[in-house]
């Protein structure tokens, strides 16, 4: 049983390129969220859907979109990279909003 | 907004001590949740609570929830080596964040052998 699953777990880009970071779970689970974390500033909320089909914004979305593609899958794409944007990103799932998250191995994303 | 706040921020303790880290929410919560995130890891749940005044126990944590809910604890006692990471409180928001969790900054264990 594996969870919450992401991919890549590591990537280097350069300021002004684009990537889609994969999240897929295999829980049933109707909701999933991306966060961002950042030393000192703990979980920060980028998108989150509530259910398949929705998508919300959170606290940071500014530079990122998201797609719900199906239920077990939501993607972040970042259109043109950021260095500020150098961060570790987990995406999270959970039965329903409000409820307890399990959240993936995440991504470590360096932008130069 | 809704802010989730916890101190201290970081505590180092000599192994075998007790550990508590505390969490204050702005607004009334319906529920907090408690989750350990180990370095270099991924948060990982450990406990939710929804009762004003409750208090669970899993093996050396105890988890209390405030009567206002509007607080949280989270005690260790005697603590291990494998209780090192960091500790985070969250919250549901309210009102338009209301389908959103609200992660307090965390807490830092780190335990001297």
Known sequence: NAGVTQTPKFQVLKTGQSMTLQCAQDMNHNSMYWYRQDPGMGLRLIYYSASEGTTDKGEVPNGYNVSRLNKREFSLRLESAAPSQTSVYFCASSIRTNQPQHFGDGTRLSIL | ?113
């Open chain 2, 1 to 113: 907004g809704q802010q989730v706040m916890q101190i201290p921020q970081y505590q180092h303790v000599q192994e075998g001590e007790d550990f508590t880290t505390y969490c204050n929410s702005s607004t009334t919560l319906s529920n907090i949740q408690w989750y350990k995130q180990r370095p270099g890891g991924h948060p990982v749940f450990l406990i939710q609570l929804v009762k004003s005044g409750e208090v669970k126990k899993q093996k050396r944590l105890t988890f209390q929830f405030g009567e206002a809910k509007k607080n949280s604890s989270l005690h260790i006692t005697a603590t291990q080596t494998t209780d090192v990471g960091t500790y985070f409180c969250a919250g549901p928001g309210s009102g338009a964040g209301s389908y959103q969790l609200t992660f307090g900054k965390g807490t830092k264990l780190s335990v001297i052998p």
